[in-house]
């Protein structure tokens, strides 16, 4: 490859790391949804050979069989050539202002070094971080206004049908706050009930064979019981859906974001999230239960938004959920509507975990900038309050008081004895903060290592990641049961709970063993009793060990192949060394009051800060649990400091998730220091432009052999004019696929069938299902002699821009209105290339140990 | 006028209603920023010689002097070409489809009858609300990447400047916080300490004259006290700054939402707002201090933001705040950047009037949406917190305690007996949200007819003004001695409050006359009396009394001349009917606790919906001030049932407010069904082009003549090709002042000065203080004959779209990313017209009586 000298254009930079696998003269085409297949032969020194030479056809498109057909296939690229991005310079018409600039600015710039560091990052070995998957595309938030669009749209549009869909909207969030409630309470309640049995149950024997010298029984019967239940919870995930391991809340993040993530809204994975997380809790996984709801409401919300709900097995079956006529749901059934409701799903399904209603829905808002509209958010804020109320009613009614109301959510932090606090106190808070931070970057990055040594070596057969849940599961009740047995610390306190369950043991009357309170419990118990139990109920030494064994267990849970969530163990963990800094302070302090509940709270949200990193949901989700306003500062303040240390180190959590499974999210703002890249730098380059009108065979060509998700349509080319076309509409692969379904062609010269109507481009799975290489055997040599007409269906107004754009102001475009493609056209109109999301994802920000950097991911297809 | 038939084009339809007031064959140009000064003659018919049509040119362009320069002014204008459209067809080059279809969706749309309403709403009659007011311009929210710009970002560019600025963001916030929370508590507390003397000595002498026949001495005394401060307040504000009259909220919000109001962050503007308030309730008038407190929040984060605070009399002074360096100041600077500290600012004045840091967080964002994100909402966010806090701990440093910290806000709710509810009290609280809904609209009714008759009649001369302000404030001394006096409600029970002053009057021993608990004490005094005063404390008779009267007050208040609030008023209110509802409640269902706080609650928050319509922010606000989550979906279901009832039959209080200022505020959503209403149409036209380089002379012509706010730039003509120029850029008319003033021009073929930096174009006054009048003087005839070269200065990037962009989707773009201009070009790249936020803001949808209306708003210029 050339080495990186003045003379170079700035794209055969940023392209070359990609051919790390092929050392020859083929450069790698970076993007449009997949790398791998277009390959051009180049001499990578100007910019302006890149694609022009392409005398030898048949080896450039490998895997092309040579069809009969007028055009040819490589004409369809459109060129890239030198003076289309002249558009800087008004007074000398021939000048190469870009390629001058752009070299400039990247020798100057921090990508000075991509080929170096992008060598180190080779596929030799997988830095999971450090790519995005080609697989993942975007959703397209953007309305298709094509002619067809208006058409229906003007015989459809009536006020009465406005207001129909408007109250439709209001009433499916109404149903879908209730939906997430129900599910919500109905698996608190199984939970505890199953739970209190079977810790009863361990206890008895416990109690028992303490005095008669039997102590394995319990240890059997305790790791037996963990053993079946977690293979079956790890069992029913790996097999129905892969999909609903962890938490979901990173996925639903990235969903938000504008990733299109398969299979995340089926029936399977509802199945596999919900029965899943009961299992993992009763088989006595260090995990919680609030995460997997979040992700659960979300179903619920895309389930109803649509009427429908999928079962994408080997065969995808559909279960009607009707409300309305079809009419309405088919309006609900665009990326948007459906995105709108899954944002009131999450936050019902977060508002009925944690009893947070304005947290529960500033978490949906948080991470989709571009969908802010007060409308959307009172409905969102409406469903959350519908799923917290409801919540309250049904868990209240369990308790055997409906009108009580107050157990507003799954976890409550209860009523502390006081949260005053003083000035002096906010020091020792930040403190804490500062170890939250330490601690939960080392969570993080112990978290990491096990996970690409998980998707290195054990996630190639699912035995053996069924098996790991299983070993987990076991280990986790011989460390509890060890707990007890070893440290045998014996408390007389009682502990705040009337529900809580406590062994003897070995100890006195009177007496009993303070971990079997914390181990004979379902985590959320485990983090009650450590924040509300009376001073002396754990000693110092019972709480260090409980803390260096909860550490180990919540990391190796966390990305089992088990449906489970983090919440709860990150708090458990925090408010137990919380609670071991507030009884030094109270020793350096003694005439303070003896409660530590305030210390394990902050020592809770430090914690919680840590690891998962988010903000401002976060904040104000502890604070409704809380109940408390003038002790938020204290919260806020431990999250914030506790972020700031960890982000020092590594990203949070849930971040880390998203970046080791390639998912190429947007941030909130463009990377910084960006400002001197340009649009024609980070575009996708060469396009495939179509005509308006082109055969059925050509078409199937391109299908088979490219894997772009849009193409520009471009006005076709006159004999006398050999440049580009001017670009007239877009129309995306979704949309052939969905035409050479319907067979909407026609010989040429007749006009095409008029059988396709809007709602066919809206199914939401025809690329899963229907696959090209099967349209092409059903299509007679005949009917591939015919001819599409795009027109009515093509994007007649897609985004454009012009080359000279920035990319942070590429990014805010694409970002703020939800795009799929931006079309960078040159002064003439005509296409020079495409930009797609993981052109913009591909440059991140990282600040590690203080220092900021930009990176340039890599594009890995697997 | 020609008659709508199939040949006219759309445009002269839509430019028709704007000739009201010159009924002849003149058109007047619809907007870019001032439609009055170009006028075209023209028969409109075709749309093609719309401005061919320019031999007569000294009678087009009156007030426009001849002077001698090589290019003719009216060529500027780019010409709006019929085939310039032909975008949306392929195979056809030639044929009129924009024409024909538009005129097809113009006919069937609703527009068809906009010619008959104009005529309508003709300037004969001003009716106030249907219309735009040429005054108000955009913020620039985008940024200009011209070359001076990449040129210094990147001599600027380092990490070591990018973490100052990040820092010193979080530094300007914490501040802003601080300072917020102190001005709220200091304006709490001298409101509090002198109110209690001054209804302490009217209470004395009440008493004292009760048994000694004297009673005229009290009502003198209140009443003229009362003249006296409110003479006061009100010529503080007419006087000092217009601008800080009424409660800040509805001009805060059109700011955020990106509209400049000139001297709104001002230091008189300040002044007026902070004293003026405390000089508004000492008045005794019936209004609150809080949306006061959410302005003067904004000004002083815009003074710390930008390091220097204005005075802006005939002199403009700048006071400067300095904590860092310059450097870091300057890049403050742009409107960007001051609306993310006003955001800041708006959310600790809400935060520490309520203590509700997530409500004044949302109050912010709410009014947003094209700037949420996460790092922001944060940044805003721990603004709030602190404001709150601090807040806090001033206030109970005041009550004596300051580690008590049970005071988070100005405003509390206080601790209710019990907010327990029973799902069957749900129906009631429903109907009393439709009672707040009906109530509140009628409020904003009575005050919209006010406030248009004041503009009308009494805002002429500044004195009425102040008289007006004089004469309520005696009436509301009067009334309040009349309600005690004509009531004579003599009750038992005692006030919750230990503070609250009552009176005997002519009650017997160990009773007082219970009027006297509601009128001897500030508007927040006597909230705090309805909502949590025992049962008995009033009668029915006294509360119907109460409501009338202090309704008709609430009304004629707001509006005034003063700077006031309307938040407690209407809560006062609620909580006063609220009450009367809660004891009907509790006399048909008599073994009800007798409890009426939830009720008067409900009734506030109620008649707050039904005023302000306002929704999630407010919400949360009531919540925190209750501090019961569980209670939170009854507060919600009133603000909601109210907001329906009352948006069916007016719009918001402070929507009115902006309305009948006439300020193009963009709603969060595209009004619906405007789907077919394409750019081309939308868009101002035709626009005033410039070549990359002009004479100096010539564009102090364009800026005398014309209003535009930005021009865009074409490629200069060669002469063969007699088509318009390819769009190379645009600059803004500020900164064609800012090249003027600083001479930036040199003789014909000679280098240009440099002496011009990016700050200089950041100063955000320019255009109000360099007047084009006393540049032209100043220049000597050989200076405008040099030539200024834009091509260093102009945004070489601006957002442009083609002519067939639906209208909702310009709109998105627009308003998502806080543009100014965009500029539509045809597929040659050639513009045809441009939009502005007035082009979009004059299609508003209504809602009214149920039936959903898209209006077409006039643009006036007053």
Sequence with gaps: MA??????????????????????????????????????????????????TSQDETKNHDGLVPRPHNRKYSDAFTQFEQDDVTLGTLTTPSDTLLTQSSITALLSSKFKDFHKKMKQYGLASPRFRKRLVSKWESLNYDKNECDLYC?????????????????????????????????????????????????????????KCAKENCLIIPVLIWSGINLVVSLLAAALVTYLSPMAAGSGIPLIKSYLNGVKIPGLLSLQCFIAKTVGVVLSILGGLACGKEGPMAHSGSIIAAGLGKGRIHWCGKKRKEIKLVMWSDEVYESFRSDHEIRDFVAGGAASGVSAAFGAPVGGTLFSVEEAASFWNTELVWRVFFSAMVACFTTNVLISAFNGDPTHLSNPGLVRF?????????????????????????????????????????????????????????????????????????????????????????????????????????????????????????????????????????????VW??????????????????????????????????????????????????????????????TVIIVECTGDISFGLCIMIALMVSKWVGDFFTTGLYDMNIEVSGIPILMPEPPPMCEHLKASEVMSQPVLSLYPKEKVGYIIDVLIAETFSGFPIIEPRSKRDQSVGKLKGLILSSQLLTLLRKKNFAPEGMPCPSNVRMKDFNDPFPTELIKIEDIDQKLTDEEKECVIDFRPYMNKTPYTVSPEFSMPRVFRLFRGLGLRHIIIVNDRYEPLGMVTRKDLAKFRAESKRGMLKIEHLKIEDI
């Design 3 to 52: 080495s990186i000298d003045g003379d170079v254009s700035p794209l055969a930079h940023v392209t070359e790391f990609l051919v790390s696998d092929t050392r020859e003269t083929t450069l790698t085409e970076p993007d449009v949804e997949n790398p791998r297949k277009v390959k051009f032969t180049v001499t990578p020194v100007k910019l302006d050979p890149l694609i022009r």
């Design 151 to 207: 058409e229906e749209e003007h015989d459809n549009q009536s006020k009465k049908k406005y207001l129909l869909k408007t109250v439709s909207r209001w009433v499916i969030m109404f149903i879908v706050g209730i939906g997430a409630a129900v599910l919500a309470a109905g698996i608190h309640i199984i939970v505890e009930v199953v739970a209190h049995k079977k810790f009863g149950l361990i206890q008895k024997y416990i109690d």
């Design 414 to 554: 209860d009523t502390f004895q006081s949260l005053s606090f003083n000035l002096i106190e906010i020091p020792v808070f930040m403190v804490m903060a500062v170890i939250g931070g330490l601690i939960g970057a080392l969570f993080v990055v112990l978290n990491y290592k096990l996970t690409v040594f998980r998707q290195k070596y054990l996630h190639r057969y699912k035995w053996i990641k069924i098996s790991e849940a299983g070993l987990v599961a076991v280990v986790s009740a011989i460390i509890g049961f060890m707990m007890m047995y070893g440290l045998n610390d014996c408390v007389e306190s009682k502990p705040s709970s009337h529900h809580a369950l406590t062994s003897k043991m070995f100890c006195e009357d009177k007496k009993y063993n303070s971990m079997s309170s914390l181990f004979l419990t379902t985590p959320e118990g485990c983090l009650k009793a450590l924040l509300h139990d009376p001073f002396d109920s754990f000693s110092a030494t019972s709480l260090v060990a409980f803390v260096v064994v909860f550490f180990m267990l919540g």
């Design 557 to 618: 849970t966390y990305g089992l192949s088990v449906s489970s969530g983090v919440f709860i163990p990150s708090l458990a963990i925090g408010a137990a060394w919380g609670r071991l800094v507030g009884m030094g302070v109270i020793q350096l302090f003694p005439d303070q009051a003896k409660d530590l509940g305030k210390y394990a709270l902050i020592g809770a949200a430090a914690q919680l800060g840590g690891i998962l990193r988010t903000t401002i949901s976060l």
